[in-house]
C-alpha cells in the first residue's frame, strides 16, 4: 500500500489545503494529513484538536484520507506510519525555495521523498496567515474555507 503523508499547522484549514489533499489522495492509496502542533507559530487561531476535528470534518467523504496529529520530526511521523512520500502543497517560488531546503533535509535524514503539488491558480494567494488577519478584522472568509471551517472561525466571533 502506498501511504503518504500531507503535514501542516493547518491553522486553519483553507480551501487550498483542500484542494492539495484530495488531488495527492488521488495518486496514492492512503493520505495521512498530519496536522503538527507547531510551537513556532504563536497566537494559533484554533487547538490542535479543533483542527483535527474540522479536517476529519472536510475529508469525511474522501475514504483514503486519514488525519492524524503529531509532534517532533516530520519524517519519524513518516516511518512511524509507514508513509513513503510527503506531499507539499507550492503557490509560488518563495514557497518552492523554502520547500526544496526542507524536501533535501527529509531526505537526507529520514530517506523520505517529497513530492510538489502546485497550487490551484484560483487559491495560491491564499494562506492561513491572510485567513487569520481577514478573521481578525470580521471579514468575510467564507470563499478561503471551507464551511465547516468557516463556520468554527463565525463561532469564535
Same mark, same amino acid.
Given at each position: 500500500m502506498k501511504t503518504f503523508i500531507y503535514p501542516g499547522s493547518f491553522d486553519p484549514p483553507t480551501c487550498g489545503h483542500a484542494d492539495i489533499a484530495r488531488r495527492a489522495a488521488a495518486l496514492?492509496?492512503? +493520505?495521512? #494529513? @498530519? #496536522?503538527l502542533g507547531n510551537v513556532n507559530k /504563536? !497566537? @494559533?487561531? $484554533?487547538? #490542535?484538536?479543533?483542527? #483535527?476535528?474540522?479536517? *476529519?470534518e472536510v475529508f469525511r467523504n474522501t475514504p483514503n484520507i486519514e488525519v492524524k496529529h503529531f509532534d517532533g520530526l516530520l519524517v519519524d511521523a513518516c516511518h512511524a506510519w509507514g508513509a513513503t512520500c510527503i506531499v507539499r502543497g507550492v503557490r509560488g517560488m518563495d514557497d518552492? @525555495?523554502? *520547500?526544496m531546503q526542507l524536501a533535501a533535509i527529509n531526505r537526507r535524514i529520514g530517506d523520505v521523498q517529497t513530492i $510538489? +503539488? /502546485? @497550487?490551484d491558480e484560483t487559491l495560491m494567494y491564499v494562506s492561513s496567515s491572510v485567513v487569520r488577519e481577514l478573521a481578525h478584522y470580521k471579514s468575510d472568509v467564507s470563499s478561503f474555507v471551507p464551511k465547516v471551517v468557516a463556520d468554527a472561525i463565525d463561532?469564535? !466571533?
Open positions: 496514492c492509496d492512503k +493520505l495521512i #494529513v @498530519a #496536522v /504563536p !497566537g @494559533a487561531m $484554533f487547538t #490542535v484538536s479543533e483542527r #483535527v476535528k474540522m479536517l *476529519e518552492m @525555495a523554502n *520547500e $510538489f +503539488l /502546485p @497550487a463561532s469564535k !466571533g
